[in-house]
């Protein structure tokens, strides 16, 4: 099965997601936005695809590093294709990102489903066919009625578990938003929602991401008083010896990390210094699917879960093939924003969730997702 192209197709979307200053989403109104279709073709003719933000795929890096690596090699050796795409990453002067292998790793688990007929969590050996999912909220707002006050997260949350979460994740206030980083405001916030659910939800917080240490054990000092599950990002996560200190400190778990760079390796060294009571991986944080797995089968080694950042069909695959993971993250969700609606350049949601909170795997061959071809090519970009 050789690989004999790599194509990119860039087109318009229509959003209402829009990002701040420092990058987090929230509710706007419609605007177009550019997306990307990476699609690696094998001599056969079968495809597979990936969507990705057009500049991680951008002429350059597909050109000088993913495509000299990948044409003319056998599809089904993914591994091989995985290590040797890493090893470009670092003579290629911080151009050939994680987020790049990550697209391409599961664009070429696409193909191999789409190859053998098989959806992806058979192919690589599935534990569960559905997986409870959690609500992921949006980074707090300044919005009236949106999430700009610890009431508005306490309602928030009832609709959610109306519709059927069992676990909820608040995202707090961070900058932009002209008072915060507040740890007493997030405190609150979490009260709300407590309060507004009850005892029986799971509750995670994924807070400012640069307090101190002083002021991340203030706030999860709180959190342990609400009976949280897991506390997420409340400090830079390049000081891993920050979180090993704060891991001692409290009796309520500790989760990382997300964000930090170094794939499957730098969760190993969180590991190995007690930096976190579950670890975290993600398909677009570590490098793919290929990468998450290796991270999820070091944590079982460990007694450890692993809990899975993002959403998205690729992050649900490594939730359905794993014993030791609780959750799938789903969202970003928001009061002005209707999750289920789903995008429009995908035919059906790539995470359904039923009236129990379960979100179902896809039996289509490939990585799941449901591609609106006819929309792609009526709105390209290039
Ligand atoms: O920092 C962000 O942009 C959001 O928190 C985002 O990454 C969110 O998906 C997250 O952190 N989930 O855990
Ligand atoms: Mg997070």
């Given at each position: 099965m050789i690989i004999t192209d790599v194509r990119v197709k860039v087109f318009h979307t229509e959003t209402r997601k829009h990002a701040d200053s420092a990058g987090h989403a929230h509710p706007g109104p419609v605007h177009k936005v550019q997306m990307a279709l990476l699609t690696v073709v094998a001599e056969d003719g079968t495809e597979g695809h990936c969507f990705s933000p057009p500049q991680i795929v951008r002429p350059h890096v597909i050109e000088k590093s993913v495509k000299t690596v990948l044409i003319g090699a056998n599809a089904f050796d993914r591994e091989k294709l995985w290590q040797g795409l890493a090893h470009w990453q670092r003579g290629s002067a911080a151009q050939l990102t994680d987020r790049t292998l990550a697209i391409v790793d599961c664009a070429l688990w696409d193909l191999a489903g789409k190859a053998l007929g098989l959806p992806?969590?058979?192919?690589?050996g599935a534990y569960r066919d559905k997986v409870p999912a959690y609500g992921s909220i949006m980074c707090g707002d300044e919005l009236e009625n949106g999430l700009a006050t610890p009431e508005d997260y306490g309602r928030f949350a009832e609709t959610l578990v109306k519709r059927g979460y069992k676990g909820i994740k608040l995202h707090t206030w961070m900058p932009p938003v002209s008072w915060s980083p507040n740890v007493k405001m997030d405190i609150k916030a979490c009260a709300a929602v407590r309060e507004a659910v009850g005892p029986d939800i799971d509750l995670m917080l994924d807070a400012y991401h640069w307090y101190s240490r002083t002021d991340a054990l203030e706030l999860g000092k709180g959190l342990e008083k609400l009976g949280f599950a897991w506390f997420e990002e409340p400090m830079d996560e390049a000081s891993m010896s920050s979180y090993a200190w704060l891991s001692e400190q409290l009796?309520?778990?500790?989760?990382?990390?997300?964000?930090a760079s170094g794939k499957n390796f730098t969760r190993a060294e969180w590991i190995k210094h007690g930096a976190c009571d579950i670890l975290r991986t993600g398909v677009h944080d570590v490098g793919?699917?290929?990468?998450?797995?290796?991270?999820m089968r070091m944590a079982e080694g460990f007694g450890m879960n692993c809990e899975v950042h993002g959403n998205g069909?690729?992050?649900?695959?490594?939730t359905a093939v794993s014993n030791n993971?609780?959750?799938?993250?789903?969202g970003l969700l928001h009061p002005f924003l209707e999750y289920d609606d789903g995008v429009d350049y995908l035919n059906s949601l790539p995470d359904p969730m039923?009236?129990?909170?379960y979100v179902h795997l896809s039996d289509r061959p490939g990585i799941g997702e449901d591609i609106n071809f006819e929309h792609i090519d009526a709105n390209l970009v290039s």
């Open positions: 992806v969590h058979k192919l690589i009796s309520m778990p500790v989760l990382g990390p997300e964000s793919g699917i290929t990468p998450a797995l290796k991270t069909a690729p992050n649900l695959i490594v993971c609780k959750w799938y993250e789903r039923d009236d129990d909170g």
